[in-house]
């Protein structure tokens, strides 16, 4: 970057980075620091801390089934209260700044309340206040909805207002400032000498994403990838570089075709339908209805057995093991099943690297170093550049550990 | 009230009445009953219990002087999150309503951040709900700013915030829900057998919020008088009838001309000025500089005294005694006055009904009775419906306490 550079930034400081007054205080003097090399800023905020499950308790203290206008209305504040002092905090360091409410920041929605897409961002209002020289604090995870009403955006996507904001404003890079100093090789609580990667290609990042490295929001990274907006992942709580988060074109040659990451999951529950008559149309009535709550499968096997009857598995996260099974059990039993049963003892482990799927040999050691510490492997699918093996949850932290080693993560990136 | 005569009421809950979430169901069961007996409500709510000054604690964590736009928007959101539970309780007694911000309810004002003041209400979102048969829940204590931006009304005026709303909507009348019955012949800690009043005068009622009796704030009395809107303050945490706020026109005529009401009023300080010149322009000099800063004067006193040299004395609330001696002392200093002294030893008791100056004997009734317990007059003012002691602030309860016995308030009202 060159020191005459004038860069324009949109940074967003999630729900940590911002969870008491003294947190506040350190991230505006972050952005003083930016805006004083010169850089414009504009920034997203989420609500601070726990605010936003604070606010679900205090709903649902009052309603079993909070009306979702009114609980959009009410978790709206959170990101209020955080981009107010957020100013506040900026203000005080001598800086001139405005909250923002997402309708205000010309954020507009599909009006679904609770899970809103983004349609539209009208920056108008933004532009003008970076041009009158002042700091824009958007409240992030909301946007205009039906009738002038404030909606919420899907939980987590304050990322994606973020990016989303970032390509509206045609802005250098977007800044995720989060409580780690970026995306590693592995979990550092699992593996101790995971790296801190400084290039992570916008596929390999919603791989890990997906497989539960809950760094950012994989919409967000979506959208980074398809308008080519470099994302910059790291620590509000130090001044380390963080991880890149950029297009394969501008990786070297030799930081592809390889390993690059170990992801682990063991947020995952497995159910089994036995005894079902395999005909056309079955998973359609079986998994529409998961789809339509918008609950991920993962993993489907299908095994075929004598006249026609099969069992068939699927794996799901954990947490939506209850609504699964409430959704599954009526069909099932339509369909003729004999039985559902759950099981959640099992985890995955993965290995991720742009181009990993054809090279050559990487599958059959990341194979052999498992059945080598006789770990055996329930099941195995893959993607064109993740590797993901169905382990039992007790071994999951040994299989990540045992990968890591073996695909040589800690040594030094090529780039 | 007939049985068959179905009322539209604006019905005000103040933060006290929705402090927890047990206090909002209560609320909302309370309006479920006005619905069920066929009247059609719209609500305006203040923030949940110490939201406010929680908020401003907040804001003073990071900033010494908060920015005053940024504190509005900060402020605003106490509000609005009562509005979305309390409207969401509603729904859970099977009742539809609808959370609405001061700008989506339609409050213009003259934007001034921290303290406008209401120009004007668009109340046609607020008929829509109602005609679509929902109940509005409109968040008090805000309205529409400059370019769009949320500015909050002076502090504690959710009070005007709902007359003024009564008036646009042309309701039959305003119900301020608080924690106490209504209004009483003196302050029932003070005095044990203080009765509660049927009815109150609108001038009644204003002298006894100026001095103290904070049930509801003055602004909103003066605009409900001024439209003639029937107002009633009741608990909202009993059934008690309260206390109906009328014109003068609307109470018998037994009811007036005798005394109604003791007031007292604790936050008192006395500043003077001693040894300055007495020339015109001396008074406007001195107290624009407090005006300016919104602190009102009470009570000024003038001795002229030897050589055109006099001393200046006048009563500020005590809470406003720093600010004001901070604004006076370079004034008087200019002016060539020999010193400011303050003093914090007084306090003002009160008699309040309409007609009262000018019927004979009262003041000697009330004089005397001070005097008969060795309580000495510092000083006195009046009004047409009140006459206020200064008196020493130990002896102030022991003065309400006697004048409540020498007018017989504890008698039944004539109404």
Redesign the interface.
């Known amino acids: 970057m060159s020191g005459f550079h004038v860069a324009l930034l949109v940074q967003k400081f999630g729900g940590s980075s911002l969870a008491t007054?003294e947190r506040?205080?350190i991230v505006?003097e972050r952005i003083h620091d930016s805006l004083s090399q010169g850089d414009r800023v504009a920034l997203v905020v989420s609500a601070m801390g726990d605010t936003t499950d604070d606010?679900i308790a205090?709903?649902q203290?009052?309603?079993?089934r909070?009306?979702s206008?009114?609980?959009d209305?009410?978790l709206?504040?959170g990101e209020?209260?955080s981009?107010?002092?957020t100013?506040?905090?900026l203000?005080?360091l001598g800086r001139d700044?405005?909250?923002l409410s997402g309708p205000?920041a010309g954020i507009r929605t599909n009006g679904r309340y609770g899970r809103a897409r983004i349609t539209e961002i009208e920056p108008t209002r933004i532009r003008a206040e970076l041009e009158a020289g002042r700091v824009p604090v958007m409240a992030g995870f909301q946007g205009l909805g039906p009738g002038?009403?404030i909606v919420t955006l899907a939980r987590g996507t304050s990322d994606t207002s973020a990016v989303a904001l970032a390509v509206a404003l045609g802005v250098d890079r977007c800044e995720i400032y989060t409580d780690v100093d970026g995306i590693f090789t592995a979990d550092p609580r699992i593996v101790p000498d995971a790296r801190k990667l400084d290039l992570v290609i916008y596929d390999e990042m919603l791989e890990m994403a997906k497989l539960g490295a809950r760094v950012m929001h994989p919409r967000a990274v979506e959208i980074a990838e398809h308008f080519g907006m470099p994302v910059v992942v790291r620590s509000s709580f130090s001044d380390a570089p963080g991880t890149e988060i950029v297009a394969e074109s501008a990786v070297p040659i030799e930081t592809m075709q390889r390993v690059r990451a170990v992801a682990h999951d063991t947020d995952v529950a497995r159910v089994t339908i036995r005894g079902v008559s395999d005909r056309p149309g079955l998973a359609h009535a079986l998994f529409q209805p998961l789809a339509d709550r918008h609950i991920n499968i993962d993993v489907i096997v299908q095994n075929v057995s004598d006249g026609g009857v099969t069992d068939l598995s699927f794996t799901i996260a954990e947490t939506d093991l209850d609504a699964t099974l409430d959704l599954i059990r009526p069909v099932a039993a339509e369909i003729g099943a004999r039985d559902v049963a759950a099981s959640t003892e099992l985890g995955k482990v993965s290995i991720v690297g742009v181009g990993i799927q054809s090279t050559p040999g990487i599958a059959s050691r990341m194979f052999g170093a498992l059945a080598a510490d006789g770990i055996n492997i329930v099941s195995i699918t893959t993607s064109e550049i993740r590797l993901t093996c169905l382990v039992d949850k007790a071994q999951v932290a040994r299989a990540t550990e045992l990968l890591h080693d073996e695909f040589d993560l800690s040594a030094a990136d090529a780039v």
Chains 1, 2 share one sequence.
Do not use: C, K
């Open positions: 007054s506040i205080r505006a606010l205090a709903a203290r009052l309603a079993s909070p009306n206008r009114e609980l209305f009410l709206s504040t209020l209260v981009a107010a002092l100013s506040m905090a203000h005080e700044a405005v909250a205000q002038g009403d």
